[in-house]
């Protein structure tokens, strides 16, 4: 393919045409007038003519000039049409969010107003759906997704730490007041997730907290099992970064007041290359709350 000439020649061209001017082109590109003279130099130089009188007004078209502007100018606007009938359906399509339900309805849920607010020409839609995103076969721009951030095909930033801690209503802790003092969990009903069914494992032996005599219930999210031990149902293995605003109204309280931070945590994951509005927008504004909270 012979050579073409920049799209930033043929706007320079097209600018000072307009405005007669080399330095107002210039200006309104966003370069220096010497870098603008030689950007066009270098365009008469390929096409092998003049394409501008400079004089000391400013600078006019040469007849070969108003030839080839008129000839390029179609396809200059044809990309400039396309440009930005690209740009407006990267704004205008739904940011497609894929994450779980306990952070949806734990954390995400409580802020979104916020990013709406400042994006209102952005819809979300959500998918709670718990396996690992695939973007090339996924229906997603975005996941929320826990582990350690080993995932080597995506871009990931960590959101939120996993700390975990049992957690029971103020009723509860009373009727168990013995145990607790005496850091036992025998006879206790200890409630969890079923997708996060080692926490109390985990929790136990960091804590040296013996499991035996313990009783177990399962549930299918954290949600309920978050729930159930605000009903007084028993105690909860929970992310407390999620209860935070029960913790701080005494709905729940912290039995043993012994956090356990872990290496995972919840992480915003993206596709590698380049990013379409809507996720560039929400990738900023996720990391901010993030860091806030």
């Given at each position: 393919m012979e050579r073409l000439p920049s799209l930033t020649s043929l706007q320079l061209l097209n600018l000072a045409a307009q405005h007669r001017s080399l330095s107002v082109a210039a200006a309104k590109a966003g370069m220096t007038q010497p870098a603008a003279s030689?950007?066009?130099?270098?365009?008469?130089?390929?096409?092998?003519?003049?394409?501008?009188?400079?004089?000391?007004?400013?600078?006019?078209?040469?007849?070969?000039?108003?030839?080839?502007?008129?000839?390029?100018?179609?396809?200059?606007?044809?990309i400039v049409a396309a440009t930005e009938a690209r740009r407006s359906a990267n704004r205008s399509a739904p940011l497609r969010l894929r994450v779980y339900s306990t952070f949806a309805a734990r954390w995400l849920l409580p802020r979104l107003p916020d990013f709406q607010a400042s994006h209102p020409d952005i819809e979300v839609r959500l998918d709670t759906t718990v396996s690992p995103v695939a973007f090339e076969r996924d229906d997603a721009d975005v996941a929320i997704q826990f582990g350690e951030g080993e995932w080597p095909t995506v871009d990931c930033r960590l959101l939120i730490e996993d700390i975990i801690e049992p957690v029971c209503s103020r009723d509860y802790a009373a009727r168990n007041a013995d145990a607790i003092v005496a850091g036992q969990l025998a006879g206790m009903l200890l409630l969890h997730s079923r997708y996060r069914r080692l926490d109390w494992r985990d929790w136990a032996v960091a804590a040296d907290r013996p499991l035996a005599g313990a009783r177990f219930m399962p549930f299918p999210s954290s949600l309920l099992s978050y729930q159930a031990a605000i009903e007084g149902v028993g105690m909860a293995i929970a992310q407390t970064g999620f209860l935070a605003a029960e913790?701080?109204?005494?709905?729940?309280?912290?039995?043993?007041?012994?956090?356990?931070?872990?290496?995972?945590?919840?992480?915003?994951?993206?596709?590698?290359?380049?990013?379409?509005?809507?996720?560039?927008?929400?990738?900023?504004?996720?990391?901010?709350?993030?860091?806030?909270?």
């Open positions: 030689r950007r066009l130099a270098g365009l008469e130089c390929l096409i092998g003519t003049a394409l501008l009188h400079r004089h000391r007004r400013g600078v006019e078209l040469t007849e070969a000039g108003v030839a080839y502007l008129a000839a390029v100018s179609p396809a200059l606007d044809a913790l701080g109204s005494g709905t729940l309280v912290r039995p043993f007041d012994r956090p356990l931070r872990r290496p995972a945590g919840y992480y915003l994951v993206t596709p590698r290359g380049s990013e379409p509005d809507r996720v560039r927008a929400f990738r900023r504004w996720i990391i901010r709350a993030a860091a806030k909270s």
